[in-house]
C-alpha cells in the first residue's frame, strides 16, 4: 500500500480469472460434493451415486441411503457454506471492515440463541416459523454488536466491532447454553459448540430454498453499488449512490444468509472471513465476480470441510465449526496483525 | 495539614476494614447457602452440627465428600483468576485483560485435556501433575499470544493484544475439541463442560493439588504489589523510580500465568472473572494494590461461589456450569468497560 501502482494492481476486476474460478470451482464442487456422497459408514460407489440422483430405485438401500441421509446433508452444507460466504462478502463490502464475519460479529451467536429459546418453548414447531426465530436472532445479535460499537468512544473501529462481537457472541452462547440445559434440549451438544450438519433433512432444505434464492438473486443485483461502497461512503455519494438504501437493504440480506444457515449448521463461524479474502485475491475488487465466486467458493470449503469432519476419526465426527476454525484462526490472526485497515 | 493526612488515612484504612470484613462475610453466608444447596436438602442448623462432627454418616458424606470440597475449589479458583485477572490488568495495562479472554485459559485446558484422555480421571490419576502441565499449557499459550501481538516501533496495543487472545482461544478450544474427540472419543462430553466452565475436579486431592501452588503465587503476587503500583504509573515513570520494569513484568506475567492455569486445572474453562472481579474491587477499595490484590481475591472468590451456587440451585438435579453464569455476568460488563476504553 505504499505506491500508487501497487494500489491500483489489485483493485483491477479480473473477469476471465473470475471466469476460471468460477468453473473450476463448479468442477470441483460437483466433484467434492460426489466424494462426499460415496464417502461414510456404507462405502458406495461414485457409479451408484451417479444413477441414484438420475436413476433412483427405491428398492436399492444404497440410493435409499444416499436419497434420504446423505444427499441433503452434502447439498445442506454446500448451501450453508454459501450463505456464510455471501453474508460475509457483503459485510466487508458494505462497511470496509475487512474482519466482518458473521460469526465475529455476533450474528451467528444471535441467531444459535434464537433457536435455542425456540426449541425450548416450541419444540415441535415447523421448521417454516423456526427459520424466522433464526432471522430474528441474527438481527438481535447484530443489533448489540453495533448499538456497543457505536456507543464506544473509539467509534465504530473494525477491531472494536470484532471485540464487541466476541463479547456478544459469549454472552448469547452461555444464555444459549443455558437454555438447552434448563429445558433439556441439549443432546446434540456440538450443535451448540461447534456446530455439525449431519441433522440436515429435505424439509430444511426446502423452506430455506426460496429465502436462499432471493437473497442471493438481491446480492448479485446489489453487488455492482456493494463495489462502489468498498471505495469509501463519499465516492459512493459522490457517483449517486443511495447509500443509506443499498446498506439496509445489504444488511436485511446478511442477516436472512446467516439467519438460514445458523438454522441449520449452528453458530460455525470464519466461513465469511476467509472466503470473501480468497475470492478478493483471486478474481480482484469487483463484487460482481467476488459474490458468484465466493458462492462457489464457499459452498467448496463447508462441503469439504464436512468431509473431512467424517474422515478424520470414523465413525465419530469432528465438529464442523471446529475444523474451519482451524483454518480460520490463522487467517484472521495474519489479518489482525495488518492492522485491519486495507481491505 | 500532616494530621489531616493522617486521618484520611486512617479512614481510607478503615473503610478498606470494612469493605474486606463485607466480603467476608458475604462468602460466609453464600458458603452456608451452597452448602445447603443440592439434592438433599439440608438445614442451616445440620450443616453447622455436621461441621463440627455432630451429624448423620449420610449428612456427613454429603457434605464432606462432595459439597465441601467443590465448595472450597469455587473460592480458591475464584481467587486465583480474579488476582491472575488483577495482574495481567496492571502489567499489561490494559483494563479488559482477564486469563481467560485472552486465551490463557484455552491453552491450560489443552494440555488438561490431553492429559485426561491419556488417564481418564475414573482411574489413579496422578492429579499432582496438573496444575504444573496447566502451567506449561498456559505460559506457551501466553508467549504465543505475545509474539504474535507484539509489532515492533508499536509495541503491544491493548486492542491487538485482546483480538488475538480471542482468536488464539478459538483456535486452542478447536483443537481441543478435535484432539480429544480422536483420542477419546468418550471424554468429549468431558470436554464439552470443560469449555463451558464446570467446576470438575470436586474432591480433596484436587484441592490439595491446587493448594500450595495458589498459596505460593498469590503470596508472591501481594508481595510484588508495590511493583505493581508502580508499574501502573507508566513505563518512564517506573523507570525513573528505579524499576527494572521489563524483568519484574515478566516475572509478574510468569506468577498471573501460573494462577490462571493451576486454577482452571481444575475447575473449567471459567472466562471474565478476572476482568469483573478486580473491577469490582477497583471500585470498592481504589488501584492501590496492596488492597487491591485481597480485595480482587475476595470478590473472585465470591463470583465463582455465586455462579457455581446458581448452576446448582437452578436446575436441581443437573446442573449449569459456573463458567456460564459468569460468562452472562461478564460479558455485559466487558462491553461497558469497552464502550469506555480509549485507543
Redesign the interface.
Known sequence: MVASSELSAPKRSRPIRAIIVLFGGMLALLLAIGLSISFGAADIQLATVWTAVFSFNPDVTAHQIIREIRLPRVLGAAMVGACFAVAGALMQGMTRNPLADSGLLGINAGAAFMLAICFALWPSLPYLYVILFSFLGAGLGAGIVYGVGSMSRGGLTPMRLVLAGAAVSALLGALSEGVALYFRIGQDLAFWYAGGVSGTKWIHLQVMSPWLLAAMIGAVILSRSITLLSLGEEVSIGLGQRTKTIKVVGMVIVLILAGAAVSVVGAVGFVGLVVPHLTRFLVGHDYRWIIPCSIVLGSLLVVLADLGARMINPPYETPIGALIALIGVPFFLYLARKGGKEI | MKLSMTQAQRKVRTKNLWVLTSLVILIVIVFMISMNTGYIKLSPLEVVRTLFGLGTAQQALVLFDFRLPRIVLSILVGMGLAVSGCVLQGVTRNA?ADPG?LGINAGAGLVVMLFISFFPSTTDTPVFMLPILAFTGAGATAAIIYV?SY?RHEGISP??L???G???A??I???T??LT??LS?EN??FV?TW??GSIWGSNWKFVLSLLPWLIVLLLFVYLKANVLNVLNLGDLTAIGLGASIEKERRILLAAAVGLAGASVSVSGGI??VGLVGPHLARQLVGARHQVLIPTAALTGALLVLVADTIGRW??QP?E??A???V??I???Y??YL??????
Not at chain 2, 338 to 343: K, V
Request: aromatic fraction near 6%.
Open positions: 479488559l479472554i504474535l509489532k486492542i491487538r485482546l483480538l488475538t480471542i482468536a488464539v478459538a483456535g478450544s478447536s483443537a475439541i478435535i474427540l480422536r472419543p468429549y462430553q464439552a469449555l463451558a472466562g471474565f437452578i436446575l443437573s449449569i456450569p463458567g456460564i453464569v460468562a452472562i461478564g460479558a455485559p466487558f462491553l469497552l464502550s469506555r476504553l480509549q485507543d
